[in-house]
């Protein structure tokens, strides 16, 4: 039809504009995914000569088997749940605070992004140092307030060492939450907490009945966006206890660069890397369905 | 020589948008076309029809012989100003009037003779260097105005352009404007809601509801013969009072209100009656009224005063624009319709009826 | 908790609800910056400074040195040129390819533009794990291991989700009119991209650029599989290996150092632009 010329002009030329930007994204994030899925259906390993032999599902059996995979798994969950609760108390906090009015807050406000700007690897050498059993600055403070009475190991502990993990995580990641709760606070009208007052209600109970539902969005968004960034976690791992001690902070994809890096398994890793990936998805698509549910009701509500 | 010529146009944005229903129209070299209406009623996408910037759902647009239903916008020669002005905030206003010039690849001497030609006419030499961040509202319209003049278009097409002026600005551009298109010989076609606009600068005038022209026709004669009643309420200032009479041998009565009316109205039990509230007036001494009632609003606008009255039992109002040195004493008066100046619709489709 | 001050003084003294916005503003402030200062602390003392017992917060002028930041030389330098390239690069690149895709799903209405949209949204919650060994494979097959396009495309990539939708909502806040009117004027959706609303958007081009030059910057697991020449590494790995590089004794004090240097042009990033970071992530993430 001649007539919608004009519309398909401008629609070839959209997809002449998109194009380059979702090839680039299709090399980086479909093709490796899509590659997992097919060589995790081989043995490619030292054993094979490094040569890629078709073995079927035996990837898999052997994953379900694999106690080590089921260990890292459970640290992952572990540290994923644990860093996502404080991170989100705790950025709550911070953003309630930013909220207000008080001198300097535009200083404040930049300093706090500070932990989220810096290179998490090379923090993480920070924390490392931080928690060091002979020098660390943490033994040192606790023993200065009474708490222990000798230095205590951190990193070398498996309990501690996954608290020391967590906490420098909650230190790097706390700054983005608090911005976008922060951005869902200050999208709330002033004078709905002045209608709430004036029918009684006390600042505590403004906060439950009109802050949180409010900003449940936002929460759901941070809660998203760190699930998926806190179940990847490598860097700060392999820089701060490299897994230690033996596996017990060891995540998931701390097990999977190493079953490629260093055992050379590349038919395992893929299979790894699937079953990490098909864990993620259902666990966001269960998140994005939730955030879709408390859209509508917010937008219920008002 | 009709240049602008519209067929049949229709767009459909979704099943139940249909902003322009069907419109056909021509606006010859130097005519000037007002599309004049209600916010919403379509007057912008029908610019934006005729600019290219949205495709007809069906229809033509031509200029001449060609047809350009399917030209993109920038090759249709025609040039468009815009309400909100649009000036690029990042390029001076010599950039501004030139972006277009330069993009046809006009030689970079007759562009710099054809700018220092628009300002001059439009008084913006001396603004040339600056962004349009620095310059107040009606330099900013008049740098609008000299970019769609400096191209030499086909056609000019302006969306409210005066809407953002205050009151004393606008009287002065509109003006301005009357000149500056007087001399360009080309189609205009004008969007406006502005009824004195609409009166003053066009020498034609669509009106539209719902997405159809209601009337087409110069100023004065939309004015003097609305073709139905709602270009008449639409048109006028104080709007035209209405009354629904009943109709019976050839008397129209509502209350206490007895009308003869015309010939060749047809045979109707109800029939609507238009008058404008300057063709009413206070009925002197020694004649008998055409009706009689309370007055229950004066409204003084120094030159004349607008005088609300109650009449018949139920609530019937009407208003009648008098002299302001003029008085009456009591607040019951008694008022004469200029029979010459009354309007008569069909009460049902509304359409104007002509009495023979 | 804290003491309520007495109603005859309470003009003059801060309210307890002051009092405890200060308290948690001085927490916060304590949290975040405590442990970027005690790493600048440390890498100014010296190594017995470093090692005593109990630790010293107030070193006198013996226990301090310039020496650590001295000893890590020229070659830490290089390192960060090395960063600095790869990241400005990839900014540009991911701006060059981002921005049309961008206007593009903004304006030209595209089919399919909700599902473009939705798998980016999907893609930039990937941990970057799941892609090292598909793109390792590329690398090794395409045999662009130690050379920064390895690390400048996937960058690049994993930037895009975030350029593309910050981008798109600034886009979107355009107003249509002039568009219309470059349109009118003659300019085709290239020319009109590049001449007229590009330049109406350099402070959410400059937004996004320093998002994506942080996350660059920051990148630790590609750079630490595709690059293997020491001279050609990035400041995150550089700093990792100076920490895993002696088996013996760990040399803290260069790694404090290390980590203050290759984390100062963050900072100062920071420091710039700190308004346009925070609305970066709110509009990458809110408005996705
Ligand atoms: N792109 C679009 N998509 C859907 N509906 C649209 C679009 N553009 C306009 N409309 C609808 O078409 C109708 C007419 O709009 P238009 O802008 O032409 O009105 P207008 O007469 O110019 O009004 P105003 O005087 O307020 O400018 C409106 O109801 C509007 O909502
Ligand atoms: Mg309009």
């Not at chain 2, 000149?179 to 009824?195: E, L, R, S």
Request: glycine fraction near 8%.
């Amino acid at each position: 039809m001649t007539q919608d010329t004009l519309r398909q002009r401008d629609q070839r030329t959209g997809w002449f504009l998109v194009i380059p930007a979702l090839l680039i994204l299709l090399l980086v994030f479909a093709y490796p995914i899509l590659r997992a899925f097919w060589l995790s259906l081989f043995t490619q390993n030292l054993g094979t000569q490094l040569q890629a032999e078709f073995t079927g599902l035996t990837n898999y059996g052997r994953l379900v088997g694999d106690s080590r995979f089921w260990q890292s798994l459970g640290n992952t969950t572990i540290f994923t749940v644990l860093s996502i609760i404080v991170e989100l108390v705790i950025g709550l906090a911070f953003a309630l605070i930013l909220n207000q009015t008080f001198r300097g807050r535009g200083l404040v406000r930049t300093i706090t992004l500070i932990p989220w700007a810096l290179p998490t690897a090379v923090m993480g050498l920070a924390w490392a140092w931080i928690f060091n059993d002979q020098f660390g600055v943490v033994n040192d403070l606790l023993l200065r307030l009474g708490i222990l009475e000798t230095g205590i190991t951190w990193l070398g502990e498996p309990t501690r060492a996954m608290f020391a993990l967590i906490f420098a995580d909650v230190w790097k990641t706390t700054p983005f939450i608090a911005i976008l709760l922060l951005a869902g606070l200050q999208s709330i009208p002033k004078d709905l907490y002045e209608a709430h007052a004036i029918d009684g209600a006390s600042p505590v109970q403004s906060f439950w009945q009109i802050t949180l539902p409010l900003i449940a969005p936002q929460i759901l968004i941070a809660l998203l966006f760190r699930f998926a960034q806190s179940f990847g976690i490598f860097d700060l791992v392999q820089v701060m206890t490299g897994g230690g001690p033996a596996g017990a902070t060891e995540t998931v994809s701390i097990y999977i660069y190493a079953m490629v890096r260093r055992y050379l398994d590349f038919g395992y890793g893929a299979a790894l890397v699937v079953v990490t990936f098909l864990i993620l998805v259902v666990a966001i698509a269960l998140t994005a369905f939730l955030l879709a549910r408390a859209r509508i009701n917010v937008s219920g509500e008002r | 020589m009709p240049l602008l010529t519209l067929e049949n146009l229709r767009k459909q944005f979704a099943p139940d948008v249909i902003p322009v229903k069907d419109i056909s129209l021509t606006v010859a070299d130097g005519e000037f076309l007002t599309l004049l209406g209600p916010s919403g009623c379509g007057k912008s996408t029908l610019l934006r029809l005729i600019a290219g910037l949205d495709q007809p759902t069906q229809g033509q647009v031509k200029v001449g012989e060609t047809d350009l239903t399917t030209t993109p916008p920038g090759d249709r020669n025609m040039a468009m100003v815009f309400q909100s002005y649009a000036l690029y905030p990042h390029m001076t206003v010599a950039e501004n009037i030139s972006a277009a010039l330069k993009i046809r690849k006009i030689p970079s001497m007759e562009i710099r003779q054809r700018i220092g030609e628009v300002a001059d006419k439009l008084g913006l030499t001396h603004l040339l260097d600056r962004k349009p961040g620095k310059l107040s509202g009606g330099q900013r319209q008049r740098v609008a105005l000299a970019r769609a003049l400096v191209r030499n278009p086909d056609v000019f097409l302006l969306d409210e352009p005066l809407s953002n002026l205050d009151a004393l600005l606008r009287e002065q551009v509109r003006e301005e404007l009357k000149h500056i298109f007087n001399a360009q010989k080309k189609p205009v076609v004008y969007v406006t809601h502005d009824q004195t606009e609409a009166m003053t600068l066009s020498s034609k005038v669509a009106v539209l509801l719902d997405g159809r022209i209601q009337q087409l026709d110069p100023p004065s004669r939309i004015y003097t013969h609305p073709a139905n009643r709602f270009v008449a309420g639409f048109v006028g200032s104080p709007q035209m009072n209405f009354l629904a009479l009943q109709s019976q041998g050839g008397v129209g009565t509502l209350g206490t209100l007895k009308l003869p009316l015309p010939n060749g109205l047809g045979d109707r039990p109800t029939v609507d009656l238009g008058v404008r509230p300057e063709d009413i007036y206070l009925t002197p001494t020694g004649e008998e009224p055409t009706l009689k009632g309370k007055v229950t609003l004066v409204e003084n606008f120094g030159r004349e005063q607008l005088v609300t009255v109650q009449f018949g039992e139920g609530s019937s109002k009407i208003r009648a624009v008098i002299p302001p040195e003029q008085e009456w004493s009591g607040d019951h008066v008694g008022l004469s319709l200029k029979a010459a100046k009354m309007h008569w619709f069909d009460s049902k489709t509304g359409d104007r009826l002509s009495p023979t | 908790m804290l003491k309520v001050q007495s109603p005859t003084t309470t003009k003059t003294l801060i309210s307890p609800g002051r009092l405890l916005l200060w308290v948690g503003v001085i927490l916060m402030v304590g949290f975040c910056l405590a442990p970027v200062l005690w790493q600048l602390l440390t890498s100014f003392k010296t190594n017995a400074a470093i090692s005593t017992i109990p630790t010293i917060y107030w070193p006198n002028w013996n226990q301090l040195t310039a020496a650590h930041y001295i000893g890590l030389g020229g070659e830490f330098l290089r390192y960060m040129g090395n960063s600095f390239f790869v990241s400005f690069i990839s900014t540009c690149l991911c701006l060059v390819v981002g921005a049309p895709a961008a206007y593009s799903l903004a304006r030209l209405k595209i089919p399919g533009e909700n599902i473009i949209l939705g798998l980016i949204l999907i893609v930039s919650l990937f941990p970057y794990v799941l892609l090292f060994l598909g793109l390792l494979e590329i690398v090794k097959a395409v045999g662009i291991g130690n050379n920064y396009i390895a690390l400048i495309v996937p960058y690049t990539a994993i930037n895009l989700p975030l350029t593309i939708l910050v981008l798109r909502s600034f886009f979107q806040q355009l107003p249509k009119d002039l568009e219309d009117s470059a349109k009118m004027d003659g300019y085709n959706t290239v020319a009109m991209l590049q001449h007229i609303v590009l330049p109406m958007t350099i402070p959410a081009l400059v937004t996004t650029g320093i998002l994506t030059f942080i996350f660059a910057w920051n990148e630790f697991i590609f750079a630490l599989t595709f690059i293997t020449r020491p001279e050609m590494e990035t400041i995150p790995v550089a700093v990792a290996k100076i920490g895993g590089a002696s088996v013996f004794e760990i040399p803290y004090g260069p790694i404090a150092a290390a980590t203050v240097l290759g984390t100062i042009p963050l900072v100062i990033l920071v420091l710039l632009f700190q308004r346009r970071i925070v609305q970066g992530i709110t509009a990458g993430a809110v408005k996705g």
